[in-house]
């Protein structure tokens, strides 16, 4: 093969273009079928899928039997085919190749159970369903940016090693530094915020965030992607909202434009681009509505994630909408830092973004001025001394400003209609996992 | 001035178009100078800065003082004055709210040390030098990423929890797991080669990487930002080059364009565009031109600081270049998993990249056959069972393949003439910082 390097490589999506041509193809195998004389490989590469038929020389009685999921490259001549279901054509190889040898059999199928796909996720990984996810991801998040750029929003990567925690103690990670200990980020809060005291006026952060929970729900892990941004000079967080729809609205059609119709093939889902204005209730009015549908939530100043299914599914039948805001959390459900009403200082301007019953995004104004901002803390009962590298970015004047963070995996499960997180993930990390 | 809110904000920048109106800004107070009748401030936004002449009213006496650093929103009209040296404009203040009043005095000048500077970030952030760094890093990536969105290249997310370490064991900090150890990830390594073996062909990321390393040099941090690729069915690290090559100088094209004027006069330095090829000597080579210029290398098999400042020095001056790729490592230089050359299996099919004398990336040709693999871990006498995870991602077939990783902080220290990563990071951290 090495004597045919000058062929360049040619995507197999592209061979309907070249029929009667010798081409070199390079990829994966997906299936071996054995015939007397011809054996059928189907490959795999980035851009398609092929038939190739290989007739059997004298000589293979020898040669390591070929597998499925083995790594070749192929020269032959490229023939149309109508019979042949992939794409009406086959490739007749003349050159095969091996690069890597696939061992057998392989340790999964298609129907094994999600924790055998994840444990074998260099295998379930070429399954095109989770082939597609990843392109969605890079196409959504690559929207995203594309509409930070345009709006003038500064990147920034802030650190993951804090010396304190970001949220509470309870589920901070702890780390061995250099004889002390390091406590990994929750969230980028603090920093985002300490962006905007100095100066930057609109950030954003894509990056991992820590959650030292034992908990096992469809929703969490202990380490996920977190989507961040914070503005200044906002009037109140009703601008968030106004923003994060336009934000997502764009995103989601990018997806929908690229990828709508492999969606639907693959995964049987329609993208619908959301219209603007989303739906919004108060958290007041979601407890009513979540209660009048017959559904007691556990609490009166949050929704648990049955409450978050009822008020979706009763924003759906009403306005026939898949995302919901809930704003203006009483302060007891909210960190110390969520910028309260003036007139009802026992609420704070904050919102959650619920999408087809998941919580997908939090968000409020944060409190700016030192001083209340220590008086919060002080009534919740927190020392003030961890907390002062945080509460001293507010004391050489810091504008209005408020933000949100959003859950990469929860966004993409939600719009995918996917079962949960670990199927819309790279690889899972959960309180038993931390492999491969 | 609630009663303002009519006026929308007007961006300082563009205030040279609003001669005679009456506006609304709000931004940060740079400097203040008071006189016997009037105020002077200057004030600050993310789009310019502009002088504000304001009247002492005879209520002013029972005001606190305004003071510098403080976030202000003003009412006013703007009014030609030739004479004014920011802009040859000024605003005429009629209404003043002063959003957060910043304490008084500051703790750090324009003079403090760098470490001073780090302390009191969100201070130090505002300095025009320190917000072009970071929108210089953000056009930067940005450019990055609309280079492999056209080259067909998906990104990921790779876990930062590992449950063993991704390079040497000796520079991973242990984190407290439910009961276990888990490391922090020193790259994405092993996991964008898994997507590799998953049949994803072309994987980048951008994300988080940590070195438990007690050092304290310009150039090390403890966590850093790592520029991570991975490209399928490439025949030889060449391969490599010639992309990384057309990579960056599309990325720094970008960044002359649209800062390079912003950059001479801030920082002092022309940005060049670098040529291509980007020139390359071998490892032996570069140790020869090394030792000829009267540097004792202190290994054989790899520069130390002074030499690869050496190896750029020679080659601005043979070849007026400041970047040159540097191959074909001895393989004690060099990790297990790095693919040998055939006919000399002491050789990798490994480069750096020195940018005016600083190694902003390291990348090789991955070995991708099982068998091979495993041997050269075991040849390093390295115990195999830690290491089966990642092993196991070249059991089912996994096309040749390599990549690359670039640190972010020292393409910029380079790029921008800086002294130290420190000075082009958002917040330091090293052995002895973890704050703010």
């Known amino acids: 093969m090495e004597s045919d390097i000058s062929y360049p490589r040619s995507p197999i999506g592209a ?94 199928a298609a129907a094994s159970v999600l924790e055998k796909q994840i444990d074998h996720r260099q295998i379930s990984l070429r399954r095109p369903d989770q082939q597609l996810i990843l392109a969605v991801q890079t196409t ?31 589920d901070a990670f702890a780390v061995k530094y250099f004889g002390r200990s390091a406590f990994l980020a929750q969230s980028p809060q603090f920093y985002k915020q300490m962006a905007i005291a100095g100066g930057i006026e609109k950030v954003f952060e894509i990056g991992p965030a820590f959650r030292a929970e034992p908990s096992f729900t469809a929703r969490h892990e202990t380490e996920f992607t977190s989507i961040d941004m914070e503005v200044a000079w906002i009037e109140t967080h009703d601008d968030l909202l106004r923003l994060e729809e336009e934000w997502l609205a764009a995103a989601i059609a990018a997806v929908a434009g690229r990828h709508g119709a492999e969606i639907a093939a693959l995964l049987g889902v329609e993208i619908a681009i959301p219209t603007s204005p989303f739906p919004r209730v108060t958290m007041e009015e979601a407890q009513a509505i979540v209660r009048a549908s017959g559904h007691m939530p556990a609490k009166t100043d949050d929704l648990d994630p049955e409450g978050e299914r009822r008020l979706s599914a009763h924003i759906a039948d009403t306005f026939g909408h898949e995302f919901v805001f809930v704003t203006d959390y009483p302060a007891t459900a909210r960190p110390f830092y969520h910028h309260r009403h003036d007139a009802r200082p026992d609420l704070t301007r ?60 929860r966004l993409l499960m939600a719009l995918l209609h996917r079962q949960s997180v670990r199927e819309v993930t790279l690889l899972s990390r959960s309180p038993t996992r931390l492999t491969p």
């Not at 083995?70 to 020269?75: D, H, K, Q, R, Y």
């Not at 490229?78 to 696939?102: I, K, M, Q, T, W």
């Not at 209340?372 to 050489?396: H, I, K, M, N, W």
Request: aromatic share 8%.
């Open 15 to 108: 061979l309907r273009g070249r029929i009667g041509e010798r081409v070199r193809i390079a990829g994966l195998i997906d299936a071996i079928r054995d015939h007397k004389r011809v054996q059928f490989l189907v490959v795999r590469d980035a851009s398609g899928v092929v038939q190739v038929v290989r007739e059997k020389m004298p000589g293979d009685a020898g040669e390591e039997p070929l597998t499925a999921c083995s790594a070749v490259e192929i020269i032959g001549a490229v023939r149309d085919a109508p019979s042949v279901r992939l794409g009406g054509l086959e490739l007749a190889a003349d050159e095969l190749r091996v690069h890597s040898l696939a061992a057998s059999p392989l340790p999964i």
């Open 140 to 170: 959504l998040e690559h929207a995203m940016r594309h509409w930070w750029a345009r709006e003038g929003f500064t990147e920034i990567h802030s650190p993951k090693l804090m010396a304190t925690f970001s949220e509470s103690g309870a």
């Open 350 to 409: 904050s919102f959650d973004l619920l999408f087809r019953g998941i919580e997908v995004t939090t968000g409020a104004q944060r409190e700016h001025r030192y001083d209340v901002l220590r008086a919060q803390a002080l009534e919740r009962g927190y020392a003030l001394e961890p907390l002062q590298s945080y509460l001293d970015f507010f004391r050489y004047g810091c504008p209005p400003h408020g933000g949100m963070g959003v859950g990469l995996a």
